[in-house]
């Protein structure tokens, strides 16, 4: 699994998402947008030295990779809470996934979106249907990489 970080702009979230990839074997990270990227204090601090275990590399043109990752068979998942979105324990595919994380607090724009081939969100029965970048991330990857096994 690849995950794509868009525009994120707390450098302790960006630090969380690599100790989660780390712990369910992200193979690479994509630092997208305007997202922070190693090394920086904030990262460390929460990254605890994933940071150094999980390859990444910074990307200028979203839609660009996207689409070469695609042409690699990749699978694009959004992970977003719109009305498109399906929950993240329904997604069922054979390809390798690409998990594509947008904004704090703006989400994954339209243009984004349109790219992607499928919008998964995590079920949440609770009156606040949103949690924090980082958290959602390691509750998606826990639900793919179930999912795999």
């Not at 990270?29 to 090394?39: F, N, S, V, W």
């Not at 990779?65 to 990749?74: A, E, G, N």
């Not at 499928?118 to 029965?125: H, S």
Request: charged share 25%.
């Amino acid at each position: 699994m690849i995950l794509i970080a868009h525009d994120i702009r707390s450098l302790h979230n960006v630090g969380a998402i690599f100790r989660s990839a780390d712990a369910f074997g992200v193979e690479k990270i994509y630092l997208t947008g305007y997202t922070g990227h190693p090394p920086q204090k904030e990262i460390a601090k929460t990254a605890l030295g994933s940071e150094h275990r999980v390859p990444w590399e910074e990307n200028a043109d979203l839609p660009d990779l996207l689409k070469k990752l695609q042409s690699k068979d990749f699978l694009i998942v959004a992970l977003e809470n719109n009305v498109d979105a399906i929950p993240i324990d329904t997604l069922k595919t054979t390809k390798p996934i690409v998990l594509l994380l947008g904004n704090e607090t703006e989400g994954i724009a339209p243009e984004i979106l349109s790219l992607c081939d499928e919008k998964v969100e995590i079920p949440m029965p609770g009156t606040k249907r949103s949690l924090n970048v980082s958290v959602a991330t390691g509750i998606a990857l826990f639900a793919l990489a179930s999912q795999k096994q």
